[in-house]
T-cell receptor
């Protein structure tokens, strides 16, 4: 119940493509869903986050889509660039809790 | 300096050694965390401190011993580690316990010989 399942494990797209990374959860008490971006040799950095009162959130080229009934959320990267090549982690937490439950990560490669 | 700083960035140690990892945050946050990141596994929360008091200890072996002398500094003392403890150890901080987001340092890459 505490797991967050992330797919795919790796993803290769061409520049300008729209990679989509999916996450699914079981615990309906989760109410905060962030995405983290991690470059090699660096720590994860918060990219974008959503709460279940909205179905979509955009920040620049990054969009989270949230489907509460299906208990799924996904990250879309519009007009992807080689500089977006990184590992992306989804996560979830319950209100008032510091504990983030992370997915296993998706390694994204954007070819020029 | 800004953000969360971890030292050393790389550490190689034998199983009988004692070493410490250091984390310092310059964000004025009151909560700090240690995570373990292993290949192809989700980040694992190890310890949480809020206002220098430990509030979570997720079944971490006693060979890992955290210390939080003040709200800006966090240490992870290592003793008699095992090869499976080789991983990236990440420190994070947040404004307060129960609040998001968490801000991560760049980690210490630990290798156990």
């Amino acid at each position: 119940q505490q797991q967050v399942k992330q797919s795919p494990q790796s993803l290769i797209v061409q520049k300008g493509g729209i990679p989509i990374i999916n996450c699914a959860y079981e615990n309906t008490a989760f109410d905060y869903f962030p995405w983290y971006q991690q470059f090699p040799g660096k720590g994860p950095a918060l990219l974008i986050a959503i709460r279940p009162d909205v179905s979509e959130k955009k920040e620049g080229r990054f969009t989270i889509s949230f489907n509460k009934s299906a208990k799924q959320f996904s990250l879309h990267i519009m007009d992807s660039q080689p500089g977006d090549s990184a590992t992306y982690f989804c996560a979830a937490s319950m209100g008032g809790s510091e504990k983030l439950v992370f997915g296993k990560g998706t390694k994204l490669t954007v070819n020029p | 300096e800004t953000g969360v700083t971890q030292t050393p960035r790389h550490l190689v140690m034998g199983m009988t050694n004692k070493k410490s990892l250091k984390c310092e945050q310059h964000l004025g946050h009151n909560a700090m965390y240690w995570y373990k990141q292993s290949a192809k596994k989700p980040l694992e929360l190890m310890f949480v401190y809020s206002l220098e008091e430990r509030v979570e200890n997720n079944s971490v072996p006693s060979r890992f011993s955290p210390e939080c002398p003040n709200s800006s500094h966090l240490f992870l003392h290592l003793h008699t580690l095992q090869p499976e403890d080789s991983a990236l150890y990440l420190c994070a901080s947040s404004q307060a316990y129960g609040n998001q987001p968490q801000h991560f340092g760049d980690g210490t890459r630990l290798s156990i010989l």
